[in-house]
């Protein structure tokens, strides 16, 4: 059994309100969840969308398919970012949303994130949306790897990584590598062919069946929370309209301003964990 929450400090008074407006949108009924990067920034992975948020140019899809000097790029600077991922470590907000699936308030987490960590939390119905950065997959012959043991593989082929004038580090927790023609791309020790991260790039289109999954949650649930996304993606925008056409009631908890907002039910602005927590003290009681 999972423990208990850790008690909230007591809210301002334009957080209570807004908290006592969500208990009256959500008590009684059960709750579909849809979290995004801003869940995460408490355990040290950061929310690229939020105020403040350094500006970046991920990779597409098609430049990783088609260029294998973006393939070098992506896999130096991921195996450098990767252990951000590896050592982040649950926060109160997950641990939160725990006891809320314990409790059987929620039916399930439906998350853009790529970090893994409501598994790690524990909770128990969890659909990756965009995938997860511990998988990895051949894409000619599908096989599956763990993540840490490519990456294994990535330091015995390329010990020059671990030299301090090998990259500069970026305010994200990537990093840009000085000689990236040095480094050598991780293959699909079955065929030989092009290992991708198990996640969504910009330009790819979530798997079908995932969307499905995440689609039965809401179409089950009585009300549906959003946590810590903008809601820019277009996968939780969708899922925001299948809530908006069955008129359930809807409650997002994100710092800033998301796309969602004039349809919301209740908008706390407001970090996560600390509203989770109380959250989820209040719809317990």
């Known amino acids: 059994m999972p423990q208990a929450a850790a008690p909230a400090a007591p809210p301002s008074a334009t957080l209570a309100a807004a908290l006592e407006s969500a208990v009256a949108a959500l008590k009684g009924r059960r709750v579909a969840v849809l ?48 252990t951000r991922f590896y050592g982040a470590r649950p926060n109160a907000g997950h641990e939160a949303l725990v006891h809320l699936e314990a409790a059987s308030i929620i039916n399930g987490i439906i998350t853009q994130n790529v970090d893994g960590l409501h598994l790690r939390a524990g909770s128990q119905r969890v659909v990756d949306l965009h995938g997860s950065m511990d998988r990895v997959r051949c894409m000619q012959c599908g096989q599956y790897y763990a993540r840490r043991d490519i990456s294994a593989s990535i330091s015995e082929a390329n010990p020059w990584l671990s030299e301090p004038e090998a ?20 293959e699909c020790t079955v065929c030989g062919g092009t290992l991708k991260p198990d996640v969504v790039f910009f330009g790819e289109f979530v798997p079908r069946e995932k969307f499905i999954e995440a689609s039965a949650l809401v179409q089950k649930a009585g009300a549906l929370l959003i946590v810590g996304s903008s809601l820019v993606v277009n996968s939780g925008i969708r899922l925001l309209d299948q809530a908006s056409r069955k008129k359930l009631p809807i409650v997002i908890i994100n ?31």
């Open 167 to 186: 990259f500069v580090l970026a305010p994200d927790g990537d990093a840009e590598i000085t000689d990236v023609d040095r480094f050598v791309v991780p």
């Open 255 to 285: 710092r800033g301003l998301t796309k969602g907002d004039s349809r919301a039910t209740v908008k706390i602005d407001a970090g996560t964990s600390e509203t989770l927590v109380a959250l989820t003290e209040l719809l317990g009681e």
């Open 35 to 82: 979290t995004g990067a801003g869940i995460s920034t408490d355990s040290g992975i950061p929310d690229y969308r939020g105020l403040g948020a350094p500006v970046r140019t991920p990779m597409t899809f098609q430049q990783f398919l088609s260029d294998s000097q973006y393939r070098k790029r992506y896999w130096a600077g991921s195996q450098l970012g990767w």
